[in-house]
């Protein structure tokens, strides 16, 4: 939505301890993995995001146009996105995205939890299933990925 990303659904966790979600939720596009997962595979968009100023979340979040470029470029080799602390102070968040029959990018498929729960080697082990849910999901959209 414009230079935000929104929740459209959630699986609430079992956990006392968990990350303020809810349906609904506007998050600017510069921060998360989710973010990063959206940027990396709408050119325009990223574009239109980079030339602005980034919003800082956290220390951790990224605020120089080139640096995100680059980790953008990643994100796409790498076909999903890692962040720790980028929106929200020891927070994590694994997303892979979702694309439609023209294998335009429609939304990302995203983990995200408290960082002690979710390491970096948890979020890595956990990226083979939440990539072969998003594939799952862009298939049950009539989608496909990008050649």
């Known amino acids: 939505e414009q230079n935000y990303r929104v929740c459209v659904a959630i699986a609430e966790t079992r956990h006392a ?5 809810y349906v609904g939720k506007v ?3 510069s921060a998360g ?11 325009e968009l990223a574009e239109r995001v980079l030339s602005r100023e980034l919003e800082s979340m956290t220390e951790q979040t990224v605020t120089e ?14 076909g999903y ?13 694994l997303s892979a995205p979702v694309f439609d029959s023209a294998a335009d990018i ?11 729960r979710m390491p970096q080697s ?5 990226v083979d299933l939440l990539i072969s849910h998003a594939e799952q999901i862009t298939r049950t959209l009539g989608g496909r990925y990008p050649a």
């Open 17 to 21: 301890l968990r990350r303020d979600m």
């Open 27 to 29: 998050i600017p596009l």
């Open 33 to 43: 993995s989710a973010s990063r997962v959206l940027l990396a595979w709408d050119d």
């Open 65 to 78: 146009a080139e640096t995100m470029r680059t980790l953008l470029a990643q994100t796409r080799a790498d």
């Open 81 to 93: 996105a890692i962040t720790t602390g980028e929106r929200e102070t020891g927070a994590s968040g």
């Open 106 to 116: 429609v939304g990302a498929v995203t983990i995200s939890g408290p960082t002690l």
């Open 122 to 126: 948890q979020c890595e082990d956990w």
